[in-house]
């Protein structure tokens, strides 16, 4: 009987079959760049760390039993995991993103793909017929986030695997945001999921990598061939970390997602706060999608202040909160997605989606909930 998430994330996969032959309890990091052959045309499985690693294996196993994914490539960063999935389409390929999105990738997209002769279109995709009205015979691929960076729309997956596999489009989720603990996109019927492993995953913001996961064999291979070609893959102490980083991965999204809760529920009544952009609250209109697709709404909110002189005192006076990039660790920090996380994305692309001078993104940490909000509350407080 395959064991429960929690009992996942510290083990890795039931049936994995490599056991280091101290039995060391923690996974040793084999920092070596090569194996010796035990003999002419005979080798132990590990020939070249750019290829395969017993420390990245056992990392990667792990992740792919997170994910119900067949196969799982461990990458440098997200962007690296993000960056090699888009070699798997050709000049002339068009692809269908949400518009609201990790600005990195858009960043990806309309430079790096569009010179490489990709086409690509940002749609809202909370609504399943405006992906419809953007389908072109040479589209081959839906790219969604859900919930999106930093609005935290929701995108209905399986209405959105239902189109891909009439359609036959490739469906890439990134989620990030929720973690394999709370959303599982290969059971709804993604075909990759990527994740960036620098957030939830490591969880301790202390270090920097990223994950592409298959749901087939087929695709499995494909992905193995570009990570071994273009080679952007993870170091085996930095596999370490995240193993670490996995083994509390349950406790960490529960304590964090409660927080996060409060954290909401408390900005909404706040005066200086316009509004809440989180998916746990029922007033959100993903709210319904997001219970039926995932086991919670995370801990990443958004929310709009009701002047930018609100938004930059907040920003300049946390004290517990951290003003800076980034999410899903141990750390509370607060980002100012307009000039953090999106500055390369169209002014007019920003405005549209919201992504305004008054919207600031909280990632709740695990620290006492009662401190993240009192750090908050003096933040907002004008200075008399
Ligand atoms: C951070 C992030 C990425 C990029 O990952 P890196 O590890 O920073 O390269 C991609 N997607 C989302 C949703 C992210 O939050």
Redesign the pocket.
């Known amino acids: 009987m395959r064991n429960q998430m929690e009992t996942r994330c510290i083990h890795g996969n039931s049936d994995f079959s490599f056991r280091e032959s101290t039995r060391a309890v923690s996974f040793p990091i084999y920092q070596t760049a090569t194996f010796g052959h035990v003999g002419l045309g005979q080798s132990t499985g590990f020939d070249y760390t750019r290829v395969k690693n017993p420390t990245r294996q056992h990392l990667e196993e792990t992740v792919s039993s997170l994910e119900n994914a067949c196969d799982t490539v461990a990458f440098s960063?997200?962007?690296?995991a993000?960056s090699a999935c888009f070699e798997l389409f050709e000049p002339g390929d068009h692809i269908i993103c949400s518009e609201d999105l990790?600005g990195?990738?858009t960043r990806l997209l309309c430079t790096f793909c569009q010179k490489n002769g990709l086409s690509v279109d940002f749609v809202d995709t909370t609504d399943l017929e405006k992906i419809r009205t953007v389908l072109r015979p040479e589209t081959k691929a839906l790219y969604i986030?859900t919930p999106s960076?930093p609005m935290m729309n929701i995108t209905d997956l399986r209405g959105c695997a239902a189109l891909a596999k009439e359609r036959h489009l490739l469906l890439i989720v990134?989620n990030?945001?929720l973690s394999p603990y709370l959303q599982n996109p290969i059971d709804l019927g993604a075909d990759l999921v990527?994740h960036?492993?620098?957030?939830f995953l490591s969880g301790h913001n202390d270090t920097?990598?990223?994950f592409l996961s298959s749901a087939n064999g087929e695709l499995a291979d494909r992905i193995r061939m570009i990570a071994k070609t273009t080679g952007g893959v993870l170091a085996p102490f930095d596999c370490w970390l995240v193993l670490r980083g996995i083994k509390t991965l349950a406790v960490r999204m529960e304590r964090q997602q409660e927080n996060a809760g409060k954290v909401a529920r408390w900005l909404s009544a706040q005066p200086h706060i316009r509004k809440v952009f989180y998916a746990g609250l029922p007033e959100h209109p993903g709210y319904e999608i997001n219970r039926a697709q995932a086991r919670g709404a995370g801990s990443m909110i958004s929310f709009r202040t009701d002047s930018v002189e609100t938004a930059h005192r907040v920003l300049e006076k946390v004290r517990l909160i951290t003003f800076a990039e980034?999410?899903g660790g141990t750390e509370s920090l607060i980002t100012y997605p307009m000039t953090q996380t999106h500055p390369d994305v169209p002014a007019e692309m920003r405005e549209h989606l919201g992504i305004t001078e008054t919207l600031l993104r909280l990632s709740v940490g695990l620290e006492n909930c009662d401190d993240i909000i009192a750090d908050l509350k003096q933040a907002l407080e004008e200075s008399v």
Not at 77 to 80: E, H, K, L, T
Not at 196 to 199: H, L, R, V
Request: a negative charge; aromatic letters at 8%; zero cysteines.
């Open positions: 960063s997200g962007m690296a993000v990790y990195g990738v986030e960076n990134d990030t945001f990527i960036s492993g620098s957030k920097v990598a990223g980034s999410l």
